[in-house]
Protein backbone atom coordinates (compact mmCIF):
# COMPACT_ATOMS: atom_id res chain seq x y z
CA UNK A 1 0.00 0.00 0.00
CA UNK A 2 2.98 2.37 0.82
CA UNK A 3 4.44 1.62 -2.70
CA UNK A 4 1.24 2.23 -4.41
CA UNK A 5 0.31 6.05 -2.09
CA UNK A 6 3.62 6.71 -3.44
CA UNK A 7 3.45 5.82 -6.92
CA UNK A 8 0.07 7.33 -6.87
CA UNK A 9 1.45 10.77 -5.22
CA UNK A 10 4.21 10.76 -7.81
CA UNK A 11 1.83 11.58 -10.93
CA UNK A 12 2.41 15.25 -11.83
CA UNK A 13 -0.31 17.85 -11.81
CA UNK A 14 -0.83 17.98 -15.84
CA UNK A 15 -0.97 13.98 -16.01
CA UNK A 16 -3.43 13.48 -13.75
CA UNK A 17 -6.60 12.37 -15.07
CA UNK A 18 -10.13 14.23 -14.44
CA UNK A 19 -13.35 13.35 -13.45
CA UNK A 20 -15.37 15.95 -14.48
CA UNK A 21 -17.64 16.82 -11.76
CA UNK A 22 -16.86 13.87 -10.01
CA UNK A 23 -13.09 15.01 -10.04
CA UNK A 24 -13.19 15.94 -6.37
CA UNK A 25 -15.70 13.36 -4.57
CA UNK A 26 -13.73 10.57 -6.72
CA UNK A 27 -10.15 11.68 -5.33
CA UNK A 28 -10.63 12.14 -1.94
CA UNK A 29 -12.44 9.09 -1.96
CA UNK A 30 -9.26 7.49 -3.08
CA UNK A 31 -7.24 9.05 -0.41
CA UNK A 32 -9.72 8.07 2.66
CA UNK A 33 -9.66 4.85 0.68
CA UNK A 34 -5.89 4.31 0.10
CA UNK A 35 -5.23 5.20 3.55
CA UNK A 36 -7.69 3.00 4.99
CA UNK A 37 -6.44 0.41 3.11
CA UNK A 38 -3.19 1.30 4.79
CA UNK A 39 -4.11 1.25 8.02
CA UNK A 40 -5.84 -2.06 7.81
CA UNK A 41 -2.52 -3.59 6.17
CA UNK A 42 -0.84 -2.19 9.70
CA UNK A 43 -3.27 -3.58 12.25
CA UNK A 44 -3.28 -7.00 10.05
CA UNK A 45 1.06 -7.06 10.57
CA UNK A 46 -0.07 -6.64 13.91
CA UNK A 47 -1.82 -9.81 14.09
CA UNK A 48 -5.08 -7.60 14.82
CA UNK A 49 -4.23 -7.20 18.47
CA UNK A 50 -7.05 -5.06 19.51
CA UNK A 51 -4.77 -3.25 21.77
CA UNK A 52 -2.73 -1.45 18.70
CA UNK A 53 -5.24 -0.27 16.76
CA UNK A 54 -4.24 3.14 17.65
CA UNK A 55 -0.87 2.18 16.23
CA UNK A 56 -2.14 1.48 12.95
CA UNK A 57 -4.03 4.84 12.87
CA UNK A 58 -0.85 6.95 14.04
CA UNK A 59 1.18 5.17 11.49
CA UNK A 60 -1.18 5.46 8.79
CA UNK A 61 -1.58 9.29 9.81
CA UNK A 62 1.99 9.69 9.74
CA UNK A 63 2.48 8.17 6.05
CA UNK A 64 0.00 10.88 5.30
CA UNK A 65 2.01 13.68 6.22
CA UNK A 66 5.31 12.27 4.66
CA UNK A 67 3.32 11.57 1.56
CA UNK A 68 1.66 15.68 1.82
CA UNK A 69 5.77 16.44 2.09
CA UNK A 70 6.82 14.68 -0.71
CA UNK A 71 4.13 16.06 -3.11
CA UNK A 72 5.55 19.64 -2.73
CA UNK A 73 8.55 18.30 -4.84
CA UNK A 74 6.32 17.13 -7.47
CA UNK A 75 4.77 19.47 -10.52
CA UNK A 76 2.15 21.28 -9.81
CA UNK A 77 1.06 19.59 -6.69
CA UNK A 78 1.12 21.03 -3.17
CA UNK A 79 0.71 19.51 0.61
CA UNK A 80 -2.94 19.81 2.08
CA UNK A 81 -3.52 19.66 5.71
CA UNK A 82 -7.20 18.64 4.17
CA UNK A 83 -5.70 15.72 2.57
CA UNK A 84 -3.99 14.24 6.01
CA UNK A 85 -7.47 15.16 7.64
CA UNK A 86 -9.37 12.53 5.16
CA UNK A 87 -6.23 10.21 4.58
CA UNK A 88 -6.72 9.80 8.59
CA UNK A 89 -10.58 10.41 8.57
CA UNK A 90 -10.75 6.93 6.02
CA UNK A 91 -7.97 4.86 8.11
CA UNK A 92 -9.89 5.66 11.20
CA UNK A 93 -13.33 4.41 9.62
CA UNK A 94 -11.70 1.39 7.95
CA UNK A 95 -10.68 0.50 11.37
CA UNK A 96 -13.86 0.59 12.54
CA UNK A 97 -15.17 -1.76 9.54
CA UNK A 98 -12.61 -4.00 10.50
CA UNK A 99 -12.71 -4.18 14.15
CA UNK A 100 -17.42 -4.73 13.17
CA UNK A 101 -16.52 -7.36 11.21
CA UNK A 102 -14.07 -9.19 13.54
CA UNK A 103 -16.83 -9.16 16.11
CA UNK A 104 -19.25 -10.17 14.48
CA UNK A 105 -17.50 -13.01 12.75
CA UNK A 106 -16.12 -14.11 16.07
CA UNK A 107 -19.78 -13.79 17.75
CA UNK A 108 -21.13 -15.99 14.75
CA UNK A 109 -18.13 -18.50 15.21
CA UNK A 110 -20.01 -19.59 18.33
Request: net charge positive.
Amino acid sequence: MIAAIFIFSSIPSKEMPRFGQYDFLLKKGGHAIGYGLLAAAFWRGFNWSGRLWWLALLLAALYSVTDELHQRFVPGRHSSAVDVAIDSLGAAIMLGVCAFARRVRLHTRM
